[in-house]
């Protein structure tokens, strides 16, 4: 984002004229083509030129209550614009395409425009993230032709109910009944215990007047599990909730404090036969159950949710490491030599191992996230047409994709902000706001040690189908390769090939391990359920291991396949290298055990490691350049383009209501008092 006629850092100038490669070409090629860039530019200027989302005061010195009114504020006039805006753009808004929100819905309500006009959550968020997605998802035609019609019209508004106070990723634990009752042809609602009450869905304390609840199915006398059920909520005209909903909000979090999380109770709450969503299973008059062929297609929404979940991460983490690049490349501390001059912070080795590391992770997250966005789409193609066969593999590749992406952004974004220094406490450098952002999501939708697990029994089963000597699917297929471990190790090469082929083998290795040692406790006498559980940590450390190995394949894969002028190409190869480079030296004691490295190689691992931070040092800004974002989708003094650090600290100081007036009321009703007792 080139911005005229302003005087820039000359640290920065001199950053920009260090850079090897065509910052507009890595643009391009992240934004999908130079159509895409300048139709992002344009919705950027469309929507941030608008005065009506500008903040007179910072919403950190507003009091919850304010800050969610003016979020809502905000959401309404967003919504408005966008229904509003030119070029046919409303063709995509009305009709909605297949994943259920249009590109422009999506990046007003990820983590880069979105978060520039709403800064700690869109209470409208899931309305069109999980509401409209399980009404297509779930709906059967006629449901879906009644209720996304009204969704996407924005005549209701929808929020998404499953977790509840007592059971989160547990699904089938929730305790929230629906009883069908033949007679009246209803379902009959109920919260039976306090832990039963629904808990944390965004919109649903004040902002939204329907819901997707998910509640146990009774029929006949006989539970069927968990079901969906749109529930009517709030009355349409006055907002007032509906007799038997007892509902509000949770309080004040970490961060997503305008999302307006809340809580949500049933007495006897009587709906139609018609509001419980039937295109998998259903309900008849009667009361007869008609279950579908699988179970499995009732997670359709929450594995969508998690695939945008891991593009958000590349979002977030692309502001963070912009704005710590930036302000270390403006910022000097020290002495690196007597005498000297003081160093850029970003000339320190340290800073850069600090850095460029998180921001390989932006390419490593973007790429893995296309691949299983580009999977979801095949596999959500193949389950309308009854085809089965992959839906594990999506579910397994999701669960810990979401997971590792979720933990690496928020472990990623407190290393920056750390690297920052005292100034990377400041709210007003937005760090300590997209951590809290970015560490959420380590929760909801699925808890990310529970979702490691999930992919565990998928990794357990295909284990087996490797040693029976069965094909398995893509993402498992490294399983068949080094299932046979009586193989002599080859030598050790400094090559990428060598070095994605260890984390398949540390991979496999991890794999076979867990399945071992469940193995070995189960024949000692322990129950199945026993020996997984206490096999558990090695279960996630296999998993994860498992994830890391065809995140840094795809990553790999991506850039030897890209069409870039070769400068370009030399850099992302390097951002490659580093990525695996830095977590097969985090983990060396893995590789040493199953691949083909040996302790005399790692200080050539390490040594590989640190000329690669020399070499992508000079890049470094040019590389946060090519994200190319806006200053105010950053909210930070720290990184803005022209890197004037100092004097928009001060500026932002000035801001704080403290500041309006040289003495504060406090002084003279407790501090004066107070000293003059002590006279």
Known sequence: MVVENVAVNPDLVRERQKCTFNTLELTHLLDGGEAKTLERKEREDYFLSDPAFKDEVPMEYLSHKEQYEHSVRKACHMFK???????????????????????????????????????????????????????????????????????????????????????????????????????????????????SYKWWPGGLGHTANYAVVVAQLYTQGKCHGIHPFIVQLRDEETHMPLPGIIIGEIGAKLGMNTTNNGYLGFKQVRIPLENMLMKNNKVLEDGTYVKSPSDKLTYGTMMFVRVVICQDMSSYLSKAVTIATRYSAVRHQSEMKPGAPEPQVLDYRTQQYKLLPSIASVFAMKFSAQWIWEMYNVVNSELDQGDLERLPELHAASCCLKALCTSDAASAVETVRLACGGHGYMKSSNLPSTYGLVTAACTYEGENTVLLLQTARYLMKTWQQARSGQTLTPSVAYLNLYSDWRQPRAIWENSMDCVVKAFYQVAAGKVKSAAEHMERRAKGGMSSEDAWNESSIELVAASTAHCRAFMVEKFVETVSKSSVSRPLQTVLTQLAELYALYWLLINKGDFLMFSNLSPADVDGLQLWLEQLLAKLRPNAVGIVDSFDIHDEILGSPLGAWDGRVYERMFEESQKSPLNSEPVNKSFHEYLKPFLRSNL
């Not at 007592?166 to 009246?184: K, Q, S, V």
């Open 81 to 195: 614009k966008l229904q509003e805006m030119p070029h046919g753009s409303m063709d995509n808004f009305r009709d909605p395409p297949v994943d259920s929100m249009g590109k422009r819905v999506k990046q007003l309500l990820g983590g880069m425009l979105g978060s520039a006009i709403i800064k700690d959550g869109n209470p409208l968020a899931l309305h069109y993230v999980m509401f409209l997605p399980t009404l297509a998802g779930q709906g059967t035609v006629e449901q879906q032709a009644f209720w996304i019609s009204r969704a996407w019209n924005l005549e209701i508004i929808g929020t998404y109910a499953q977790t509840e106070l007592g059971h989160g990723t547990f699904i089938r634990g929730l305790e929230t009944t629906a009883t069908y009752d033949p007679a009246t042809q209803e379902f009959v609602l109920n919260s039976p215990t306090l832990t």
